[in-house]
C-alpha cells in the first residue's frame, strides 16, 4: 500500500508582513536611541512605543528560531483551521502576564495601548489559514466511526469475527460492529479496564483493577466464568494450549484453565506484572518491576531463565527470529537470545519505555516518553529512524502495509511511513492516545482519554 499525504498551506504572504513590522519596530529604536533632538514629551513617547513594541518582536524572532529547531514537534501537529499558531499562543500569553503586571504595579497604560496593539496586528498574520490537504489515489477506503463510551479507552481494541472489542475505565467491556461502530453488547465488570481483551474459544478474556479475570461470551455478552485474585490486572493476557497467561499488581504470573477459570499455576516474582506475556514453543516470556525478564514453562511454571536487565517492565515483550524484545522504564530497548536470555543489543532512548515493540520486515518500532517513535534494526539494535511527536508515547505501535500506526500523548493519532519515518498523516483528538492502535480492513481502530473508540480511514485518518 502506497500512502503519501501532502499538506499544503493556501497563503504564503504572511512572513513578509511581520519582516516589515519589525523592520519598522527598528526605525522607531532608531529614532528613540536618537530622541535628543525632538521634544521631551516626544522623545518619551518613542521610547514608550520603542520599548514595549519590541518585546513582542523579539518574541517573535525566538519563537521562529524555535520553529526551526523543532520542525517536526510543529509541522506534524494538525491544528484547526482558523485557529492561532504556536507562534501567536506564545505572544498571547506574553500580553497577558504583561497586562496583569500593569494592572499590579499600577504602571502607564501605555503599555497596553501600545503593546497590545502590535500583539494583535503580528497576530492576524500568524493565524494558521486553512490547509489544502492532497492525497495520492488509493484503494477503497474502510470503515470510519466514533463510538462514544463512558470512560477513558486506554487498552487496546481486539478484533474477532467482524467486532472490535475494548473496555473503558468505567470497568465496562464493550462489543461494536466493525463497520459500523453499532454496539452489540456490553458487561460491566465493576472496575477500571486498561488491558486489550484477548479474544480465544468463542469468549472475551479480560482483567480488571480489582483484582478480577473475566471470561464473557463473545456472542451473547454473559459471562462464562470470573475468578477473583490478589492484585489489579493490568497485564495483556495471552492463550496457548488451553490455557490463559497473565500477570497481576501482587507480583505474580497466573495460568489459568481457559473453559474454566481454575488455576493452573502461579509464579511469584518480586514486582509488580504489567508486562504481557508472550508464549512460544512451551515457554511463557514476561517481564515484571523487579528488573528481570522472565521465561517460564508453559505447563509447569518453573523458570527456564531469567535476566536481568537495568530497570522495570510495564510492557510486553515480542519475539520474532529467536529473539526476544522487550522496552524498559530504563529507558532502553534490549534484543534478547530467545533461548538462554543473554542480551545481545541493547539501545537507550531519551526517556521511559512504556510502549512494546513491534517488530516488521526485520525493524523493531517502539514508542518512549521523550516524545519519539523508534525505528531500530532487529539484529544490531542500530537507529534506523526517529520521528518526533508533541507528546509521549504510551502507546504500543501497530505497522502494516509499510505504515506504523501509534498514539501519542499530544492527541494525535500518528501514520508514518515504515521505512523512513517520514509523516503520512495525524489526527487530532480531545484527548491523550495512550491506547494503542490496530488496523484492519482499510480502518484504524483506537481510543481516546476523552471517552472515545474511533475507526479512522487508513488511507487518510478522517473519522
Known sequence: MSIVTETRKVSRWRWPVVVLLIAALAVVMFYAVNAAHLSSWLGAVAKVIAVFSLVPAVTLLADWAVVKAEPARHKHIKQPEGEPSLLVQRLAAQARRRWQYANR??????????????????????????????????????????????????????????????????????AVNAKTGALRWRYRTGSQIDVRPLIANGAVYVGNDASRFFAIDTRTGSLRWVKHLSGGIDSNAAFAGGLIYFGDGNNNVHALDAATGDQVWTYPTNGTVDSGPVVAAGVVYVGSDDHHVYALSTRTGKVVWATQIGGAVDSSPVLANGMLYVSSKDHDVYGLDAVTGNIKWMRSTGGPIYSSPFVYAGVVYVGSNDHKVYALDAKTGRVVWAHRTGGPVLSSPFVRDDVVYVGSDDGNVYALSAVDGGLT?????????ISSPVEASNAVYVGTDDNQMLALNAHSGLP
Not at 489526527?427 to 491523550?432: I, K, L, N, P, R
Request: cysteine-free; charged content about 10%.
Open 425 to 433: 498523516w495525524t489526527f487530532q483528538t480531545h484527548g491523550d492516545v
Open 105 to 174: 504595579h499600577r504602571t502607564t497604560t501605555a503599555i497596553t495601548i501600545v503593546g497590545i496593539p502590535v500583539l494583535v496586528v503580528i497576530s492576524a498574520f500568524s493565524v494558521h489559514p486553512p490547509k489544502r490537504i492532497v492525497t495520492k489515489p488509493h484503494t477503497t477506503a474502510g470503515p470510519s466511526w466514533t463510538y462514544t463510551t463512558g470512560g477513558s479507552v486506554d487498552g487496546a481494541p481486539a478484533l474477532a469475527g467482524g467486532f472490535v472489542y475494548f473496555g473503558d475505565d468505567n470497568g465496562v467491556v464493550y
